[in-house]
């Protein structure tokens, strides 16, 4: 090798070792027992408590898995159809609880366990407070039938409710509903004995009580949906809460977070309305809520 082949040599070796200097250095492949993620969606509001118990039970449920799993809330918040549009877009939610419907059953997978033995479907009422005189000479379906229910219009209750001949006024958003009551747009608004406590606490100031004498119940249990192609975490969530049930931490969960609620209820004081829900044919995931509503029942019980 010739002296001025040497010198150019190192001409390029130098050049190249500046032009690597300069280049960003690579993301770091992850590491092999880094956690998955699994996101659910943000409450509407910070003082939203709806979630709280499918939350829980979701941790509790990835948390039976043999691997890892970090279970965050999503960044923003998003209704019921907007998160399951998320879920088969893949845009930062993989997993919604909801009641099961036909179209549900088709477009996502739903995990295969009945989660709060069909709680949402026992229903009783927030009111105006000037109002309790004229609910308690209801005595019947039919003279409630007389008075405009509210709902959101994107839930299944106000198919429900519609169905079995209640007259319905929509809400386009949740945070709405409850000011829509107080400025008289409708005469009562049905909530879930789950809900309905949390619900009196965050809107109280606004002129509302819980009417006490009276009650609806139809079946309708909550479920865990993923996308179609999301196999792997259907598996996961299903294996998951059946060793939840197996070792009793899902029972105990239950009556942890629904006990208190289900017996401030007062159901075994209230005339009980009965209703169909038209989407409760068989297999369809909402007969499971039969075994659901004795285990409410019993759980409501005075004395329990």
């Known amino acids: ?15 190249l070792a500046c032009t690597c200097l300069q280049r960003p250095a690579l993301a770091a492949p992850p590491a092999a027992d880094a956690p998955r993620v699994v996101t659910y969606p943000s409450a509407d509001t910070p003082t939203d408590e709806r979630g ?29 159809l907007r ?11 993989d997993v919604m609880w909801a009641p099961t419907s036909p179209q549900r059953e088709r477009d996502y997978l739903r995990v295969r366990v009945p989660l709060d033995k069909g709680v949402l ?28 229910a509210g709902q959101v219009a994107e839930w299944e209750d106000a198919a429900i409710l519609r169905a079995n001949g ?21 005469v009562y608004l049905p909530r879930g004995i789950g809900e309905i406590q949390g619900e009196l ?7 509302l009580a819980i009417e006490a004498n ?20 259907a598996q996961d969530l299903e294996t998951g809460l059946q060793r939840a049930i197996k070792d009793g931490s ?8 629904n006990g208190p609620a289900i017996r401030a209820a007062g159901l075994g004081q209230r005339r009980v309305f009965e209703l169909s829900n038209p989407a409760a044919t068989p297999g369809s995931g909402q007969d499971a809520c039969i075994d659901g509503a004795n285990s409410v029942r019993a759980l409501a019980a005075p004395g329990k």
Not at 169 to 181: E, N, S, T
Request: proline letters at 1%; charged letters at 25%.
């Open 1 to 15: 090798m010739t002296r001025s082949a040497s010198i150019k040599d190192l001409c390029c070796l130098a050049l």
């Open 201 to 207: 606490r965050n809107y109280q100031h606004l002129g």
């Open 166 to 186: 209640l007259p319905v006024v929509d809400a386009m958003q949740y945070r709405d509903i409850f000011k829509m009551l107080a400025a008289d747009r409708f």
């Open 214 to 233: 009276l009650a609806l119940h139809y079946p309708l249990c909550e479920y865990f949906f993923v996308a179609r192609d999301n196999l792997a975490l």
């Open 83 to 93: 998160s399951f549009s998320r879920i088969a877009a893949g845009q930062g939610v």
């Open 52 to 80: 709280n118990y499918y939350i829980q039970l979701l941790k509790l449920a990835l948390a039976k898995i043999d691997r890892t799993i970090e279970v965050r809330n999503s960044s923003d918040t998003s209704g019921i």
């Open 121 to 148: 479907g026992w229903r009783i009422f927030l009111i105006k407070d000037r109002d309790r005189e004229r609910f308690a000479a209801v005595q019947t379906l039919d003279q409630l039938k007389a008075l405009a």
């Open 250 to 257: 899902f029972e105990r969960l239950f009556q942890q977070v």
